[in-house]
T-cell receptor, first 116, second 116 residues
Framework: AQKVTQAQTEISVVEKEDVTLDCVYETRDTTYYLFWYKQPPSGELVFLIRRNSFDEQNEISGRYSWNFQKSTSSFNFTITASQVVDSAVYFCALISNGPGRRALTFGSGTRLQVQP | DGGITQSPKYLFRKEGQNVTLSCEQNLNHDAMYWYRQDPGQGLRLIYYSQIVNDFQKGDIAEGYSVSREKKESFPLTVTSAQKNPTAFYLC???????????????FGPGTRLTVL
């Protein structure tokens, strides 16, 4: 079985603060993929990043960075110098490459509020 | 423009009525998915389809039905048997598990269903 846990239900920061969103996952498969999606108030999910289980390199894209650690089964997401436009719900998701895989398993999401 | 469209954006239903949510994609994707999102929760898989004329139940299929007669269309019917249908419904599509191991999903804008 697969499971994704986002323990932080809601985070509130002031603009320009750095913020880290936590994601912990469970899977028995050795090959899997992890994702982060952003859901702005409009509701549509926006793809942010995909990472496969064999690539533990951290990734940086502008103000966004991701820290993947297999040893702790975590795939955390950091926003540097947060902006009001970053306010959204962020979802971590997982799909494994084992038999019976169907679709993404999502965490419950973290609501980020960035105050001006 | 390539993408996924869902209609209507808002839908109101009386108790005991069946309603059908539309989902269309022009991305030439083989796989399509329906998710349900409740306030403060993550996405839960209702049904998915990997190919035309075939579909599988997800985690919460009871009270829902789907069809996949065309590659670009995957309508979802919320039947009167669904006990608590008020929710936000998201449709997604992907290349397909046969062609892609990581199965990045693209999402539509969603339909908000309210039962009166």
């Amino acid at each position: 079985a697969q499971k994704v846990t986002q323990a932080q239900t809601e985070i509130s920061v002031v603009e320009k603060e750095d913020v880290t969103l936590d994601c912990v996952y469970e899977t028995r498969d050795t090959t899997y993929y992890l994702f982060w999606y952003k859901q702005p108030p409009s509701g549509e999910l926006v793809f942010l990043i995909r990472r496969n289980s064999f690539d533990e390199q951290n990734e940086i894209s502008g103000r966004y960075s991701w820290n993947f650690q297999k040893s702790t089964s975590s795939f955390n997401f950091t926003i540097t110098a947060s902006q009001v436009v970053d306010s959204a719900v962020y979802f971590c998701a997982l799909i494994s490459n084992g038999p019976g895989r169907r679709a993404l398993t999502f965490g419950s999401g973290t609501r980020l509020q960035v105050q001006p | 423009d390539g993408g996924i469209t869902q209609s209507p954006k808002y839908l109101f239903r009386k108790e005991g009525q069946n309603v059908t949510l539309s989902c269309e994609q022009n991305l030439n994707h083989d796989a399509m998915y329906w998710y349900r999102q409740d306030p403060g929760q993550g996405l839960r898989l209702i049904y998915y389809s990997q190919i035309v004329n075939d579909f599988q139940k997800g985690d919460i299929a009871e009270g829902y039905s789907v069809s996949r007669e065309k590659k670009e269309s995957f309508p979802l019917t919320v039947t009167s048997a669904q006990k608590n249908p008020t929710a936000f419904y998201l449709c997604a599509s992907s290349i397909g598990l046969a062609q892609s191991s990581y199965n990045e999903q693209f999402f539509g804008p969603g339909t908000r269903l309210t039962v009166l």
